[in-house]
């Protein structure tokens, strides 16, 4: 007897053909090893379509009463062409605003975008419920502000911007373009966001220098800090390189660098502060903002009750008869000390070491210190001390040091090296940043070693070399003599 294999198709005709002869359902199935149901279905392909229904087919459905149609996926591509920046819920939304219906899901317009190859295949994460939510309860409970940088002008410099984002309703309070982001037009941003808004019950920065004074050289309070101090406001400080947690106004960075700045180059600064203002303006009122529902700023942020305030802000104080107001503008004189800083009204303000021994100008302005050397602004520091310990800096005026002679005596030539040091009978003597690279003159005189330059005494030290080496430097009083080359 010859075996011959049948097909699957063959298979399945004759177990319709046996029931079609009479054979009951229940023994054909178990026959053939399949169960009663698949029989009753194989019977019902037969008839509908004869030997070729028994065949298998593709379980694909003909149609997808959900699918998105060409003309919102071609709408969807030709948004995210317009707006690189716009994800899947914000073209979502938009298609809302323009009446589309039904709205595809947000799943379905990502896989248009990856078909069209306009977005990355999203990486593995956590899911959004993995993710602490950290939130204020009300609006003009906490403000974020901080400063950006990267706003391009025209004479190749660039500015920055001090922002400001209500924690709740993410409405901008403050977008202030300033040349520099020093003490004053920090401060002054913030008077201006509250004299907009009102006054906030807390604020959130990090460790910035026009911030705080936290890591600073002393325990002083900063022109920010006292801001805060008198209208009440408590300032939060975020923990060292924890940039995450002031992480709202950080997106608001970003979100303005992509929608604003990209490839722009302002005239002036008041070019860029009037089209900020403009882009500002539609962000609070007309832009929706996924992280609060898809709704303007603006909505979240009026419902708060703005309760009336008296702004106290520093420079506005009023000295009492024969003191010297803040805003004065008085010019006084300072010797940087070796540690590179300057001794003001009680209190310490850096200038830099490079500075050491040399004579700098001190203008005290609007509650500003703007320190210059040789009419170059070095630095500049919010003012300290007090108003009221102002005047006696400018009865101690420091006098002019008597220019003191030098001693008559065997002078001995030496040069200043780049430490602002000399050597002397094998001995290093301090001279001064200011003389490195010159020529002085050392005399010994007594139990002091004098240097003089262009006959004046500039430094007087005690002895420290020893004496029995004295005389190699008085042998070459030029200092010592060049290598003469033998083979020469």
């Known amino acids: 007897m010859v075996l011959v294999e049948l097909g699957v ?18 023994d054909v199935a178990r026959r053939y090893g399949v169960v009663r ?44 062409r317009a707006h690189p920046g716009w994800g899947s819920r914000s073209i979502r939304y938009w298609l809302g605003e323009e009446g589309v219906v039904p709205l595809p899901s947000l799943s379905g317009i990502h896989r248009a975008l990856l078909r069209h190859k306009l977005v990355e295949p999203r990486k593995q994460r956590k899911p959004r419920s993995a993710y602490r939510r950290w939130e204020r309860s009300r609006s003009m409970e906490l403000w974020q502000m901080d400063v950006m940088g990267r706003v391009k002008l025209a004479d190749g410099s660039e500015a920055k911007v001090v922002t400001g984002i209500d924690d709740h309703s993410r409405f901008c309070v403050s977008a202030q373009v300033v040349q520099r982001a020093t003490a004053m037009p920090v401060c002054d941003a913030l008077a201006l966001a ?83 203002d403009s882009w500002v303006e539609r962000y609070n009122t007309i832009r929706p903002h996924q992280g609060i529902g898809m709704v303007p700023p603006v909505r979240r942020f009026e419902l708060a009750v703005v309760e009336p305030f008296d702004l106290q802000v520093v420079g506005n104080e009023t000295p009492d008869e024969g003191s010297v107001a803040a805003d004065a503008g008085r010019r006084v004189t300072r010797k ?16 830099g070491r490079w500075l050491a021994s040399e004579t700098v100008d001190v203008v005290i302005a609007d509650g500003l210190i703007e320190i210059s050397h040789r009419d170059v602004l070095i ?72 240097i ?37």
């Not at 379980?59 to 948004?79: F, G, L, T």
């Not at 540690?339 to 009680?346: N, Q």
């Not at 030496?414 to 000399?422: A, H, P, T």
Request: charged fraction near 25%.
């Open 37 to 80: 149901q698949t029989v009753h279905r194989w019977l019902v392909k037969y008839a509908e379509s004869g030997v070729s229904g028994l065949a298998d087919q593709s379980s694909r459905p003909h149609s997808c009463p959900h699918q998105m149609s060409p003309q919102v996926e071609a709408r969807v591509i030709e948004m995210r």
């Open 194 to 276: 509250m004299r907009r808004h009102g006054v906030p019950d807390q604020i959130l920065t990090d460790n910035g220098k026009v911030f705080t004074g936290r890591f600073g050289p002393g325990s002083s309070e900063v022109l920010f800090d006292r801001i805060c101090r008198e209208n009440g406001i408590r300032h939060l400080l975020t923990a060292p390189r924890s940039p995450t947690t002031t992480g709202k106004v950080e997106r608001f960075h970003k979100t303005v660098r992509a929608e604003f700045l990209t490839d722009r180059v302002f005239e002036s600064i008041g070019e860029a502060q009037r089209e900020l």
């Open 379 to 450: 630095t500049s520091h919010a003012r300290q001390h007090r108003v009221a310990d102002e005047p006696a800096v400018w009865r101690r005026q420091p006098r002019a040091r008597p220019v003191r002679p030098e001693t008559v005596g065997v002078p001995v030539t030496r040069k200043v090296d780049s430490s602002g040091n000399i050597s002397f009978a094998a001995t290093a003597y301090r001279v001064g940043n200011a003389m490195r690279g010159r020529q002085v003159q050392v005399r010994v005189v007594g139990d002091t070693v004098e």
């Open 9 to 26: 198709v063959e298979q399945r005709y004759q177990a319709v053909l046996e029931v079609l002869g009479g054979a009951s359902v229940t």
């Open 452 to 488: 003089s330059s262009d006959g004046r005494v500039i430094r007087s030290h005690a002895i420290r070399h020893d004496p029995a080496k004295e005389h190699g430097a008085f042998a070459n009083p030029a200092g010592r003599p060049r290598r003469i080359n033998a083979a020469s």
């Open 336 to 351: 940087v000390g070796v540690g590179g800083r300057i001794s003001l009204a009680g209190y310490k303000y850096h200038v």
